[in-house]
T-cell receptor, first 115, second 112 residues
Framework: DVKVTQSSRYLVKRTGEKVFLECVQD?????MFWYRQDPGLGLRLIYF???????EKGDIPEGYSVSREKKERFSLILESASTNQTSMYLC??????????????FGPGTRLTVT | GQNIDQPTEMTATEGAIVQINCTYQ??????LFWYQQHAGEAPTFLSY????GLEEKGRFSSFLSRSKGYSYLLLKELQMKDSASYLC?????????????FGGGTRLMVKP
């Protein structure tokens, strides 16, 4: 089974802190994604990566950056956390287009609270 | 831009059938996914449609009409464990690759 893990289930940080959210997948997937999920707004794509050291902006990249130094690991960085970044953060991975199965597999999520 | 609409909440009775609709307006359409998400858990894949028609998988079926920008998820013989949010997501292809755009999700409550 595909397994996507995230470093923390719950995280509380103060405004202005630098926050790192880590995601690891064990299925050798090329694509990895970071979303945030807010009530009424659904999942919104922050960044995605289709290869090591490659990254693309999603719909709401402002205030975030990412790092993909290894294929299995995709990190989301909040350079200076703000209260409007309080949310559920979900990581996902998938095979690239052209593979037989390219649905996205999600991690359990990190609920981040910024105070 | 992308626009995906689905009802916010639905209620149904155990043993019944429920249909969750999803309408979309996108460019570069490359398939439609349905995900199930129980409270506090990760979304899990249910179905994928890229061609028009009905895809059946056990108690769950998904339908797509590309010309109408419309899909539905049909759940039969509802069970209490089907209480969850159901997420409609459209896969679009653009210069940056393939991405999923999600609707807001439909929260389904199954009552005895």
């Amino acid at each position: 089974d595909v397994k996507v893990t995230q470093s923390s289930r719950y995280l509380v940080k103060r405004t202005g802190e630098k926050v790192f959210l880590e995601c690891v997948q064990d299925m050798d997937h090329e694509n990895m994604f970071w979303y945030r999920q807010d009530p009424g707004l659904g999942l919104r794509l922050i960044y995605f990566s289709y290869d090591v050291k490659m990254k693309e902006k999603g719909d709401i990249p402002e205030g975030y950056s990412v790092s993909r130094e290894k294929k299995e690991r995709f990190s989301l960085i909040l350079e200076s956390a703000s209260t409007n970044q309080t949310s559920m953060y979900l990581c996902a991975s998938s095979r690239p287009q052209g593979a037989n199965f390219y649905e996205q597999y999600f991690g359990p999520g990190t609920r981040l609270t910024v105070t | 831009g992308q626009n995906i609409d689905q009802p916010t909440e639905m209620t149904a009775t155990e043993g019944a059938i429920v249909q969750i609709n999803c309408t979309y307006q996108t460019s570069g359409f490359n398939g439609l996914f349905w995900y199930q998400q129980h409270a506090g858990e990760a979304p899990t894949f249910l179905s994928y449609n890229v061609l028009d028609g009905l895809e059946e998988k056990g108690r769950f079926s998904s339908f797509l009409s590309r010309s109408k920008g419309y899909s539905y998820l049909l759940l039969k013989e509802l069970q209490m464990k089907d209480s969850a949010s159901y997420l409609c997501a459209v896969r679009v292809h653009n210069n940056a690759g393939n991405m999923l755009t999600f609707g807001g999700g439909t929260r389904l409550m199954v009552k005895p």
